[in-house]
């Protein structure tokens, strides 16, 4: 067939059109690619955060720094797929009867009384991935206000990453010690907020879920997220506590894991919750039942200090 024919014959045939997306999915992709890119955004030297998920990226202290062409796809794809219905995932009676032991031990223990012009101190473990060939392993001390009105100190140990270097953009994650101030934020829940919630489990994951309107790919894993990222500072809040674990127990497709380990290689018995990116994992002391951090974070400490950068005595 000559070029003329083939030209003609194009003419005949109806056109493909443009592939395209309908506006509710373009607007979920626009929604999803650009919280992807902010919660890998990396944290500068003064920035504003506060006891845990209060804003979604704010609290995710162990990120991704590039967002690699694979991660936009994998969103992509996700999308394109369907973010269609929550509550679909089944659960595991085990995984349920576990969360509510939990529970009971985590009612028993006892509150710790805090005052406005204290702070809450979290100490913990993770990494931050800067590249592919570049992941840095750091363990974190925090001081937040606990009436969030003051400024607070975060304190980043770098145990494996590159030396100090000029110039360098991402200097306060080279290997050693940095000190990075915490401006209060009116967008962060404070640890008196986090006293205020209600304790009843249903009216608890009612607020959380719209609390969490409009985030995750679905409202579990995104309610899930919410309540993994209140649990340090709940342990200081024994009814809290057991309700965000009883709320968990609601929220279908947690199963057990039965040999776990936090990110610091502590073992443990584990609780895994099928999220939007692959599956999230509490993991937790198998004699005290004590909450360890998960298999991206383990959590070393939770205290209550006097001042910014003092370690609590117990």
Do not use: C
């Not at 920035?47 to 991660?71: D, G, N, Q, W």
């Not at 349920?96 to 805090?114: F, G, N, Q, Y």
């Not at 640890?191 to 309107?213: C, H, N, S, V, W």
């Amino acid at each position: 067939m000559n070029p003329e024919e083939r030209e003609e014959l194009a003419r005949l045939l109806p056109s493909p059109g443009e592939p395209v997306l309908t506006s509710d999915r373009h607007d979920l992709l626009k929604d999803l690619l650009m919280r992807e890119l902010t919660e890998q955004a990396p944290e500068l030297r003064d920035i504003a955060t506060a006891p845990r998920r209060r804003a979604r990226a704010a609290r995710r202290r162990f990120a991704v720094i590039a967002v690699p062409l694979a991660t936009a796809a994998a969103i992509v794809a996700a999308v394109l797929a369907g973010a269609v219905g929550s509550r679909t995932a089944t659960t595991d009676a085990d995984a349920v009867d576990l969360l509510h032991r939990i529970a009971e031990v985590a009612a028993a223990k006892k509150s710790v009384p805090v005052s406005d012009d204290q702070y809450i101190y979290v100490r913990s473990q993770g990494s931050m991935k800067f590249s592919d060939h570049d992941i840095r392993i750091l363990r974190e001390a925090r001081w937040t206000a606990v009436d969030g009105k003051r400024a607070g100190l975060r304190r980043v140990t770098v145990l494996v990453g590159p030396p100090f270097r000029p110039r360098d953009p991402f200097s306060s994650y080279s290997k050693g010690t940095h000190d990075m101030r915490l401006s209060p934020d009116p967008n962060v829940t404070t640890f008196r907020e986090l006293q205020a919630l209600p304790t009843d489990p249903d009216a608890l994951l009612e607020k959380i879920y719209a609390g969490t309107k409009g985030e995750g790919q679905t409202e579990e894993s995104a309610a899930l997220e919410k309540i993994g990222d209140m649990l340090p500072d709940a342990t200081l809040l024994p009814e809290l506590d057991a309700a965000l674990y009883r709320a968990a127990a609601k929220i279908p497709g947690v199963s057990v894991v039965a040999d776990a380990k936090d990110y610091a290689g502590r073992s443990g018995i584990g609780l895994s919750f099928k999220e939007r990116d692959g599956r999230t994992v509490w993991v937790f002391d198998k004699k005290s039942l004590d909450f360890l951090g998960s298999a991206d974070e383990a959590l070393l400490n939770v205290g209550v200090a006097d001042k910014a950068g003092e370690t609590p005595a117990t």
